[in-house]
């Protein structure tokens, strides 16, 4: 038997090492940037993040080599069955059959080394790949609009302790906010972190943002919004209305349509998308959209 | 074929057929019940689903162990919430809710009292979902203060005081 590394092996063995290293690299950069996957790997849904795109397209391939080697050991069993003593035809069908077994070892020895590694690495659906997000050097980032006058922010609170935690649990977790608007164009954990520091994650009625009736409230928690300023124009409150941003946070009482704005904008993931809509909308540095992000003791975050 | 190269082939086969078990076998692993997704402190989130509110209880599978809970889906004051979550208890010291995709839960302290608000929270909190002190500490428990309660506090992520990741509150 020649075990002779000729000029097509080596270019296997080639194609195999770039498979290989190609595999091994995005797990330490791709971790720290958010893209968002439009088009689905065959036979393994939409990855919803950029690693499990490449561990989509990992899997994809060691299928396809696994399909590709059985059809060739198919071909080759033939070939060597039908030879009928043809020297030539006989070494030529070994030949697949080895060449189809070599590649479905190649392809599989990289699956157990990396999953020698590290688990995580070979498993789609995520797993900690031992990183947190703290992206900030990725290319893209907001692709929202500029601000449409004013300089206010949208959301209410005061200076805080500086200490800002992401939460792992409901609307404001990292798990939660994956898919949400704020998907691709913020750090979801830097918005974790500022929704706890806003409501402690929770949507409760506040007791301390009211109009000057004293009874109704104009913010609800979880992501704060202030709520005349995303009802605006919805009969939703009696008074002025915000004219420039959101800072104008005035209002005298309910209006007819005060309910369905609470509704609406005061759970899950309405208030969610209406916070991620004003931080599209902010201008400068949009994680003060939160004014708990700026100040002595805010988040600082950037 | 000769017998040096049949051994080889024999050899190869059955490394072929190894590695796809291996292969086989880890994928179906992964792709059970639960899945897993990155937290933001390392931790793995194991996802599961909304469960029904007619049985007693129902189990939350973590890290370690799979710990039954008595049902909260099931309490007469539980308030249904985005993302089939639940409000399952609010007190004058705490309002808890859950949610069945991160199979975690929320306990945000809503009393100016916050150190009595964690302490009665923590109790009640063992009470309600039938289970110890161990147990409790292997369940994904987000313990925050909002700002309008107390702006020192505000923005932790504390935990269960009792627990080994359970943070104090700053003096």
Redesign the interface.
């Known amino acids: 038997?020649n075990f002779k590394i000729n000029l097509k092996t080596k270019l296997k063995l080639s194609v195999f090492l770039l498979c290989f290293l190609a595999l091994a690299i995005p797990q330490a950069s791709f971790a720290e940037c958010k893209y968002t996957p439009m088009e689905e790997i065959p036979g393994f849904g939409k990855p919803k993040s950029d690693v499990e795109y490449v561990m989509a397209l990992y899997?994809f391939g060691?299928w396809t080599v696994?399909i590709a080697?059985v059809l060739m050991i198919s071909i080759g069993g033939f070939m060597y069955i039908t030879s009928a003593g043809n020297a030539s035809q006989t070494g030529k069908a070994?030949e697949y059959?080895?060449d189809a077994?070599?590649g479905?070892?190649l392809a599989?020895?990289s699956?157990?080394l990396l999953?020698t590694i590290n688990?995580a690495l070979?498993?789609?659906?995520?797993?900690?790949?031992?990183?947190?997000?703290t992206s900030s050097s990725c290319g893209g980032g907001s692709s929202g609009t500029s601000a449409s006058g004013g300089s206010g922010t949208g959301t209410n609170?005061?200076?805080?302790?500086?200490?800002?935690?992401?939460?792992?649990?409901?609307?404001c977790?990292?798990?939660?906010l994956?898919g949400s608007c704020f998907d691709g164009i913020a750090d979801l954990?830097k918005i974790?972190?500022l929704c706890?520091?806003?409501?402690?994650?929770?949507?409760?009625p506040?007791?301390?943002d009211l109009c000057t009736n004293k009874t109704t409230y104009f913010s609800c928690?979880a992501l704060q919004v202030n709520l005349t300023c995303v009802c605006k124009g919805t009969n939703a409150f009696t008074g002025p209305e915000p004219t420039t941003g959101c800072a104008n946070f005035s209002c005298t009482g309910a209006g007819a349509n005060y309910q369905s704005c609470v509704n609406q904008k005061c759970?899950?993931?309405?208030n969610i998308t209406a916070a991620c809509q004003l931080y599209k909308e902010h201008s400068g540095n949009k994680y003060d959209t939160w004014s708990?992000n700026s100040g002595s003791n805010g988040?600082g975050f950037s | 074929m000769s017998t040096k190269g049949k051994v080889f082939f024999g050899i190869a086969l059955l490394l072929a057929v190894g590695l796809i078990a291996v292969f086989w076998f880890s994928k179906k692993n992964t792709s059970s019940v639960v899945t897993q997704t990155t937290s933001v402190n390392g931790l793995p989130v194991i996802h599961g689903e909304k469960p029904s509110s007619t049985t007693k209880t129902f189990d939350i599978t973590t890290q370690n162990e799979t710990i039954p809970v008595a049902n909260i889906y099931g309490l007469p004051d539980a308030k249904s919430l985005d993302f089939d979550g639940i409000n399952f208890k609010s007190s004058p010291y705490y309002h808890m809710e859950y949610y069945p995709k991160q199979q975690g839960f929320i306990i945000a302290i809503i009393n100016q009292d916050i150190q009595k608000s964690r302490e009665v929270a923590e109790s009640d909190f063992m009470a309600i979902l039938n289970i110890n002190k161990d147990q409790a500490c292997q369940l994904n428990v987000s313990l925050t203060v909002p700002p309008s309660i107390n702006q020192k506090a505000s923005g932790g992520n504390y935990g269960l005081s009792f627990c080994p990741n359970g943070k104090a509150f700053p003096k």
């Open positions: 038997m899997q060691l696994g080697a070994k059959i080895f077994i070599a479905v070892i599989l020895t699956y157990v999953n688990p070979v498993k789609i659906g995520g797993g900690d790949y031992g990183t947190t997000t609170g005061g200076s805080g302790s500086g200490k800002c935690e992401p939460i792992t649990t409901g609307p977790s990292v798990d939660q994956t954990s974790s972190a706890n520091a806003e409501s402690g994650g929770v949507n409760i506040s007791t301390v928690g759970e899950g993931s309405g708990r988040c």
